[in-house]
């Protein structure tokens, strides 16, 4: 389990519709945030890539997400001294955990 549903629950206030909302969110936005974080790539823009990765990892950070939050803040870092050499494969795995949580999240709605 990737996701902290208890803290996540706990900043919320406890409001399922509010999770909802999050998860419908996440679930239509992070397919285009992980295209443009894959097209800063690249691109090879270190600002293009820390902003996709910032706007990503502002998304799943709704769910204390702590290894996909700890690896995108890494690509930021990475992109703001210009040493994204990892970065491709990084985004890999990036792209991999978004499936792993969305998954996560859409089981988590259907209350399995």
Do not use: W
Not at 26 to 45: H, I, M, R, T
Not at 60 to 87: G, M, P, Y
Not at 91 to 107: P, Y
Request: with cysteine; proline share 1%; net charge negative.
């Amino acid at each position: 389990m990737m996701i902290d549903y208890e803290a996540t629950m706990k900043s919320i206030g406890n409001d399922r519709s509010l999770f909802e909302t999050l998860v419908q969110i996440f679930l239509e936005d992070y397919p285009a945030l992980l295209a443009d974080l894959g097209q800063a790539v690249k691109s090879e823009s270190n600002e293009a890539v820390y902003s996709a990765a910032h706007r990503l990892k502002g998304l799943v950070s709704n769910f204390h997400t702590k290894e996909l939050v700890d690896i995108l803040a890494e690509i930021e870092v990475s992109a703001r001294s210009a040493q994204s050499t990892s970065t491709a494969v990084a985004v890999q795995n990036i792209s991999m955990l978004c499936t792993a949580m969305a998954n996560e999240l859409k089981s988590r709605l259907a209350g399995t």
